[in-house]
Every structure is written in structure tokens, then in C-alpha cells.
């Protein structure tokens, strides 16, 4: 699985001492809009055509990308 920004941030302060106790909320949010940021972004870059034609399939599949790429299970 790949790293995500936030998962990146997470790791390098806690590699620094710093406690994240008291973002956790923050961290999150945070993952929750990179989450959103991934599937737009594979949805905006389809046709027209194909956002039409297919629009809750592509959002299944954007949904997919997102989880297999960067959530591990």
C-alpha cells in the first residue's frame, strides 16, 4: 500500500516526539478529505461521456482505487 500525505505527517512527528494524542480528531478530518480529494480527482478526469453514462458506477470505482492504493487492511 502506498503512503498518504497525512499518514507521512503522522509518522515523521511522531518519529520527532511530538504526541498526537490531541489532534486525532484533526488526523481524521484530515484523511477523510484526502479521501475525498483522491475519488474527485479520478472522477474529474474522466469523459463526459462517461460521468453521464456511468456516474455511480465511476463513483463506485473511484471509491475502489482509493481503498485498494491507500488503506490497508
Sequence with gaps: M???VVEWLVEELEDNGINLD???ELIDQANKMF?????L?????Q???DK???GEHNQKLA???YKE?????
Design 69 to 73: 492504493t491507500f488503506k490497508s487492511e
Design 22 to 24: 490531541l489532534a486525532s
Design 52 to 54: 453521464g453514462a456511468y
Design 47 to 49: 469523459s463526459e461521456f
Design 2 to 4: 502506498k503512503q498518504t
Design 35 to 39: 479521501e475525498e480529494q483522491v475519488t
Design 63 to 65: 471509491n475502489e482505487y
Design 41 to 45: 480527482s479520478n472522477i474529474n478526469g
